[in-house]
């Protein structure tokens, strides 16, 4: 089977199976989407999700969190993984959006990896999910199901590397969406030590039965 011919399948499936689909992160803002993001680094949505309701009622925009004290905000996300990392880098964002661009959440991509704790995976989900835009952010699930669904080479070994390979194939309109349905493949049905092939509409498709 060609690669071409392998994309349009499996993209084929998702655009049926699951044509509507966003983030699992709950938010109320592009601020509040930012903040969960950064939270999520090497931490489950499912915990980011039990912390940031208190964290949002305290801090609900830049301007509120850039006037709190690291030790703070401590406190609200002490149960992610790296709060001390996270509580420095989020009051240290807040400040600098709420000084230069008024509290707002910037599209452009330059601006976004400027700020402290976003890097390219947290850049690309901001500019898909809040912004529309065709950036496909690479997880450790996107990372797995890629080429467990032969979608990239072997030789892609780093998220830059599936990244330009996935969205090489996939058409730009799919690109927003192509991020959480191979998360989520990921996450309910190819995981990481036992994928439950049993239940996996596309497992002929797998790269085990190339």
């Given at each position: 089977?060609?690669k071409?011919e392998?994309?349009d399948?499996?993209?084929g499936?998702?655009?049926e199976?699951?044509p509507?689909?966003?983030t699992?992160?709950?938010f109320?803002?592009?601020?509040?989407?930012?903040?969960?993001?950064?939270?999520?680094?090497?931490?489950?949505?499912?915990?980011?999700?039990?912390v940031?309701?208190?964290l949002?009622?305290?801090?609900?925009?830049?301007?509120?969190m850039?006037?709190a004290?690291?030790?703070d905000v401590?406190?609200w996300?002490r149960?992610?993984?790296?709060?001390?990392?996270?509580a420095?880098?989020?009051v240290?964002?807040?400040?600098i959006l709420?000084?230069k661009?008024d509290g707002e959440?910037?599209?452009?991509?330059?601006d976004?990896?400027?700020?402290?704790g976003v890097?390219?995976?947290?850049a690309?989900?901001?500019?898909?999910?809040?912004?529309?835009?065709?950036?496909?952010?690479?997880d450790?699930h996107?990372?797995?199901v890629a080429?467990?669904?032969g979608?990239?080479?072997?030789?892609?070994?780093t998220?830059?590397?599936?990244?330009m390979a996935?969205?090489?194939?996939?058409p730009?309109?799919?690109?927003?969406?192509a991020?959480?349905?191979?998360?989520l493949?990921?996450r309910?049905?190819c995981?990481?030590?036992k994928p439950?092939c049993?239940?996996?509409?596309i497992e002929?498709?797998?790269?085990?039965?190339?």
């Amino acid at each position: 089977m060609k690669k071409k011919e392998r994309y349009d399948k499996i993209l084929g499936h998702f655009r049926e199976k699951m044509p509507v689909v966003t983030t699992e992160l709950d938010f109320g803002s592009t601020f509040q989407l930012l903040v969960a993001v950064v939270l999520s680094a090497q931490c489950t949505d499912k915990r980011i999700n039990q912390v940031t309701p208190n964290l949002f009622a305290h801090y609900p925009d830049a301007k509120s969190m850039a006037k709190a004290d690291e030790e703070d905000v401590f406190e609200w996300i002490r149960s992610v993984s790296y709060p001390n990392a996270k509580a420095k880098h989020l009051v240290e964002l807040a400040r600098i959006l709420a000084e230069k661009y008024d509290g707002e959440v910037p599209s452009n991509y330059d601006d976004l990896l400027s700020l402290p704790g976003v890097g390219r995976k947290t850049a690309n989900v901001i500019q898909s999910v809040a912004f529309g835009k065709a950036t496909l952010a690479v997880d450790t699930h996107v990372f797995r199901v890629a080429h467990r669904l032969g979608l990239v080479n072997k030789s892609d070994n780093t998220p830059y590397k599936v990244e330009m390979a996935l969205t090489k194939y996939i058409p730009d309109e799919d690109i927003p969406n192509a991020h959480h349905w191979l998360l989520l493949h990921g996450r309910y049905v190819c995981t990481a030590r036992k994928p439950h092939c049993e239940k996996c509409e596309i497992e002929a498709l797998c790269a085990k039965n190339l």
